[in-house]
């Protein structure tokens, strides 16, 4: 079993930064491909961005490439989402997921999920 926790999470004026992080424990997740999920109010789960294990190969959902950054630490454990330049339409609960498929983005395709940490971006 994985246990996952994100934290960073907050309230940012739109143009600002938030840094996310998902913490796994109970297994090493360095084989893993892990992903950034969110959710708005009355929407779907939406991909945000996926990595693989070796942290070699990224992809990210169209609306935030160029502003957001996933990367990992495997010998920490954890796995970041760096927000930049960040809009209203941002705003949601972000989850972070672990897949033992290879770079994948579908939801269903990921093992263990988080429990979610909100970020609201205020205009």
């Known amino acids: 079993q994985v246990q996952l926790v994100e934290s960073g999470g907050g309230l940012v004026q739109a143009g600002g930064s938030l840094r996310l992080s998902c913490a796994a424990s109970?297994?090493?997740?360095?084989?893993?491909?892990m992903g950034w999920f969110r959710q708005a109010p009355g929407k779907e789960r939406q991909f945000v961005a996926r990595?693989?294990?070796?942290?070699?190969?990224?992809f990210y959902t169209d609306s935030v490439k160029g502003r957001f950054t996933i990367s990992r630490d495997n010998a920490k454990n954890t796995v970041y989402l760096q927000m930049n330049s960040l809009k209203p339409e941002d705003t949601a609960l972000y989850y972070c997921a672990a897949s033992t498929r290879m770079g994948v983005a579908a939801a269903s395709s990921y093992d263990y999920w988080g429990q979610g940490t909100q970020v609201t971006v205020s205009s």
């Open positions: 990595i693989t294990w070796s942290g070699g190969s990224t």
């Open positions: 109970g297994r090493t997740v360095s084989r893993y491909t």
